[in-house]
């Protein structure tokens, strides 16, 4: 069964701090990962994708990492803002379709000032 | 240049009633998934729907709950009946469906069954 572990549930950190979110799957075959932010009362909003051949990749203040082999994604923050208060979901896709994916049930960071 | 646009966002229905969630995809997609949102929980995948046809209804309960996308207009997901555990936040997202292009969220219709 496809399945999508995310780790912390929560995480509380203070502004202008760094932190790390992290995303192990058993999703097979793997096509892509994508890291979406949803803030309170909204919809996601995607804000990286990663396919197998991809380590790295940086959106901003947003870097989110990829170990295919041990089935494993992190997703880091730096310099924490305010705005950055939201749930991080992790999401992993077996096909290259992204619709019917399987989605993490989600990190909820809060920055606190 | 509008992105998916869902309504209302808003619904309260009583026990029995009937709830009719309305999702626009942004313009040039014709790919459309439901998802759920309970409190707490993640999103979880209930249909996926290209124009006029389901292509995947694994995650919709089969009592009491429909999904069409027309031709024409915004897809509809109609939820009959309802129960107070149909209370749920439903998003809609879509895309062209094509390679890795990520998926569209609207904002979501907030369901309140009393």
């Known amino acids: 069964k496809n399945q999508v572990e995310q780790s912390p549930q929560s995480l509380i950190i203070l502004e202008g701090k760094n932190c790390t979110l992290q995303c192990n799957y058993t999703v097979s075959p793997f096509s892509n990962l994508r890291w979406y932010k949803q803030d309170t009362g909204r919809g996601p909003v995607s804000l990286t994708i990663?396919?197998?051949?991809?380590n790295t990749k940086s959106n901003g203040r947003y870097t989110a990492t990829l170990d295919a082999d041990t089935k494993q994604s992190s997703l880091h923050i730096t310099a924490s803002q305010l705005s950055d208060s939201a749930s991080y979901i992790c999401?992993?896709?077996?096909?290259?379709?992204?619709?019917?994916?399987?989605f993490g049930d989600g990190t909820t960071l809060t920055v606190k000032p | 240049n509008a992105g998916v646009m869902q309504n209302p966002r808003h619904l309260v229905r009583r026990r029995g009633q009937e709830a009719r969630l309305r999702c626009s995809p942004m313009?040039?997609?014709?790919?459309v998934y439901w998802y759920r949102q309970l409190p707490e929980e993640g999103l979880k995948f209930m249909v996926y729907l290209q124009k006029e046809n389901i292509i995947d209804e694994s995650g919709m309960p089969k009592e009491r709950f429909s999904a069409e996308f027309p031709k024409e207009g915004p897809s509809i997901l109609r939820i009959q009946q309802v129960v107070r555990g149909d209370s749920a936040a439903y998003f809609c997202a879509s895309s062209p469906g094509q390679g890795d292009s990520p998926l569209h969220f609207g904002n979501g219709t907030r369901l309140t069954v009393t």
């Open positions: 990663m396919t197998f051949s991809e």
């Open positions: 999401v992993v896709s077996a096909l290259p379709n992204a619709g019917k994916s399987t």
């Open positions: 313009k040039g997609h014709s790919h």
